[in-house]
């Protein structure tokens, strides 16, 4: 055992508890992010199943890494709450909150169901025919793949698919524990959409861990709610029934791409980032300068080059796009495992600036997740909690990697916005008054004519 990795791993649990006490929610930034990591190192530290040991570098990475993620954090609360009444403690969506536009929401997962379901019908048939989800992950996934080899398949995927599937996923554990008033049809038939496409998506990709995004999103808004939730008894059934399938799906699919224990996937899938982010280290790296914000930029170079075809946009985005290969190179952490893709923000922060990068991204990335956090406290509305399931959703994954290095995360809060757009127009005759009203964002213009 390492216990100077457990006296760490003790440490950041002490912060979980003192962020919970201090924030009276479970699910705040420092309560999470610090819970996660605890767990891990005090998991690794057990060496189970023969998990090769880490590098120095790689465990100082960590623990400064989480430990300037609580003092950004810790700062954001101080400078925040003094415009908060409720001190972080009430997050209780406002009842006069601007609602989701249903419309909106059904129309782009129509679009997204017609694309996938042809795909999903043939996935489905191969598995039927003896194929395994192993097969069906090389072909929807790898680019030498026969369906992922399209560009239109990626882009659509990349662009629209997955980004809108995650935003949806967070839309619908918002509308079935919050607008329970709102019964309408449209409602009804995007939480039905949204599941579809979640299954679908599932079957070809083989994405298991969006099983647990539904399960974390329903969590976390229970607990932002301040645990008010009242449902009905179908909804409750509804819901259990709905924890034991993805209970059954994670492991019908884990079993299907060749997992033998569960228990021992789940451990590699939580520890395996510390001596995957080791191994990574020890290979060549250069400094990227942006890899911890590429999400943001990559849409715009890709728009641009497209245009101008520049050979310094070429250059970066080559780079990027080998950086991104890199890391989905196999590696093996221990006897009989190997482990791809789980390389912590630690690994992109020390990419965008050495260790001193390191320390100010973390700082950085603590303070804006606070920032968030307290954001929804303040409007209290729909749309500042989606933000916020978004931002949590890097939070405890963030063994993965700094979620916004993807274009599709990225995507996934503009998806988010046009969940709430409003008609700018709406002409309406009342009494004899004409009344132009024209909604934005930001207010509401009246102007109204008298015969």
Not at 52 to 73: E, K, Q
Not at 150 to 175: E, H
């Amino acid at each position: 055992m390492e216990y100077d990795v457990i006296i760490a791993a003790c440490v950041f649990l002490t912060l979980a508890v003192f962020g919970n006490l201090l924030l009276r929610c479970i699910v705040n930034p420092i309560t999470v992010f610090c819970t996660v990591w605890g767990v891990i190192l005090l998991a690794y530290s057990f060496h189970a199943y023969g998990l090769y040991y880490a590098s120095s570098l790689s465990l100082s990475l960590i623990v400064v890494g989480v430990s300037l993620f609580f003092f950004g954090a810790v700062v954001a609360m101080i400078l925040f709450r003094r415009n908060s009444n409720s001190h972080g403690r009430i997050t209780v969506i406002d009842e006069n909150a601007a609602g989701m536009n249903y419309t909106v929401m059904l129309l782009l997962n129509i679009i997204s169901f017609a694309f996938l379901i042809g795909f999903g019908l043939s996935a489905i048939r191969d598995l039927l025919s003896g194929s395994d989800f192993y097969y069906i992950h090389k072909m929807y996934n790898d680019e030498e793949g026969m369906i992922a080899g399209s560009k239109t398949y990626r882009n659509m995927i990349t662009w629209f698919v997955w980004p809108l599937l995650d935003a949806s996923l967070a839309a619908m554990a918002a509308s079935i524990l919050c607008d329970k008033e709102n019964t309408s049809k449209k409602k009804k038939l995007f939480i039905i959409l949204t599941l579809l496409n979640l299954a679908l998506f599932i079957i070809i990709s083989g994405k298991r861990l969006r099983l647990l995004n539904v399960v974390m999103f329903f969590i976390a808004v229970f607990y932002l709610q301040g645990r008010r939730v009242k449902l009905k008894g179908r909804t409750k059934l509804a819901i259990a029934v709905g924890l034991v399938a993805t209970l059954w799906a994670f492991n019908y699919i884990s079993v299907g791409r060749g997992t033998q224990s569960i228990v021992r996937s789940l451990y590699v899938y939580l520890v395996g980032c510390v001596p995957h982010l080791s191994s990574k280290l020890s290979g060549t790296v250069n400094p990227k300068g942006l890899t911890s914000v590429y999400g943001f930029f990559q849409p715009i170079l890709i728009i641009v080059n497209s245009v101008f075809h520049s050979s310094t946009l070429n250059s970066i985005r080559n780079s990027m796009s080998d950086l991104a290969a890199y890391t989905q190179v196999r590696t093996t952490i221990g006897p009989g495992m190997t482990f791809n893709a789980f390389l912590t923000p630690f690994y992109f922060f020390y990419l965008d600036g050495g260790v001193i990068g390191n320390v100010v991204l973390s700082f950085l990335f603590g303070f804006f997740s606070m920032g968030v956090y307290y954001y929804h406290i303040k409007k209290r509305s729909y749309q500042s909690l989606l933000l916020y399931l978004l931002v949590f959703f890097s939070l405890y994954m963030s063994m993965v990697r700094i979620q916004f290095f993807q274009m599709r995360y990225v995507l996934s809060f503009a998806y988010t916005f046009l969940f709430f757009i409003k008609p700018k127009v709406k002409i309406v005759f009342q009494k004899g008054r004409f009344q132009d009203h024209v909604n934005a964002f930001n207010g509401e213009h009246r102007f109204d004519m008298r015969r």
